[in-house]
């Protein structure tokens, strides 16, 4: 069954595979901290996570742990090989790393306004946000101003020291250009006992991942990376929708 996955589709599930195995059994603490991807402020942050980031899931026993990357590799192998044969291997890829590339830069510029607002907040009161980020445990030592339980602060950790990972805004691409160019498709819905057509799913998922990420009731999963794969994957399969005939 595996070998009648198109290639790519197929490609892309082997390797996101071996580098969980890998990172999970071999190299853990390292492949977690050089490939997941950090806001662009943080001391931590490397260019090549931007695109490393896509190809790492949660550590097993981690939050939802082993269930991210089979739901993500279950999802792309749904509706994946649909989209690659339709749209051949250059739109595929093109589809599928931009997503991701779209997933980054909307979640972290939300991350950024929200940056801005604590960082005004946290330096009203004489707090060094610069050099708390750079030596985090120092500044705190010495420092005279005890905010450590604060809701900024808080805030202030999850955005710079925490990553963020995994193939589910590339993924989210794949499924809006799937909705976006067979929005007729009827698919399975946990709890639902009938086939609902996709075009009626997306623009629920998406405006209930836009809640939970402004809301911050996201559970720390990455809402908003989601949305942004999803805008990409509409706008390219918009794009590319009325030369559908061509790909065929």
């Given at each position: 069954?595996?070998?009648?996955?198109?290639?790519?589709?197929?490609?892309?599930?082997?390797?996101?595979?071996?580098?969980?195995?890998?990172?999970?059994?071999?190299?853990s603490d390292e492949l977690y901290f050089?490939?997941?991807?950090?806001?662009?402020?943080?001391?931590?942050?490397?260019?090549?996570?931007?695109?490393?980031?896509?190809?790492?899931?949660?550590?097993?026993?981690?939050?939802?742990?082993?269930?991210?990357?089979?739901?993500?590799?279950?999802?792309?192998?749904?509706?994946?090989?649909?989209?690659?044969?339709?749209?051949?291997?250059?739109?595929?890829?093109?589809?599928?790393?931009?997503?991701?590339?779209?997933?980054?830069?909307?979640?972290?510029?939300?991350?950024?306004?929200?940056?801005?607002?604590?960082?005004?907040?946290?330096?009203?009161?004489?707090?060094?946000?610069?050099?708390?980020?750079?030596?985090?445990?120092?500044?705190?030592?010495?420092?005279?101003?005890?905010?450590?339980?604060?809701?900024?602060?808080?805030?202030?950790?999850?955005?710079?020291?925490?990553?963020?990972?995994?193939?589910?805004?590339?993924?989210?691409?794949?499924?809006?250009?799937?909705a976006t160019l067979y929005p007729e498709?009827?698919?399975?819905?946990?709890?639902?006992?009938?086939?609902?057509?996709?075009?009626?799913?997306?623009?629920?998922?998406?405006?209930?991942?836009?809640?939970?990420?402004?809301?911050?009731?996201?559970?720390?999963?990455?809402?908003?990376?989601?949305?942004?794969?999803?805008?990409?994957?509409?706008?390219?399969?918009?794009?590319?929708?009325?030369?559908?005939?061509?790909?065929?």
């Open positions: 069954m595996f070998n009648n996955i198109p290639p790519l589709t197929r490609g892309l599930i082997i390797i996101n595979v071996i580098v969980y195995i890998i990172s999970n059994l071999i190299l050089y490939l997941s991807a950090y806001f662009p402020l943080s001391p931590f942050f490397k260019s090549w996570q931007i695109i490393t980031h896509m190809f790492m899931h949660a550590p097993i026993g981690d939050g939802i742990g082993l269930m991210h990357i089979i739901f993500n590799m279950f999802t792309l192998y749904s509706f994946g090989p649909i989209l690659e044969q339709s749209l051949g291997d250059k739109k595929y890829l093109i589809l599928y790393f931009l997503s991701g590339l779209g997933a980054y830069f909307l979640f972290n510029g939300w991350n950024f306004i929200e940056y801005q607002n604590i960082y005004n907040q946290l330096e009203a009161v004489g707090f060094d946000v610069k050099d708390y980020i750079n030596n985090p445990q120092t500044y705190l030592a010495s420092s005279k101003i005890v905010i450590e339980n604060s809701e900024q602060l808080q805030k202030l950790n999850s955005i710079m020291f925490g990553p963020m990972l995994g193939a589910s805004g590339a993924i989210f691409g794949v499924i809006a250009a799937f498709a009827r698919i399975g819905i946990m709890f639902i006992p009938v086939p609902v057509k996709v075009k009626y799913v997306l623009p629920i998922v998406v405006i209930g991942s836009i809640y939970l990420g402004i809301s911050g009731n996201g559970g720390g999963i990455a809402h908003l990376a989601h949305v942004g794969g999803a805008i990409v994957g509409f706008i390219l399969a918009k794009i590319w929708k009325k030369h559908l005939y061509r790909f065929k």
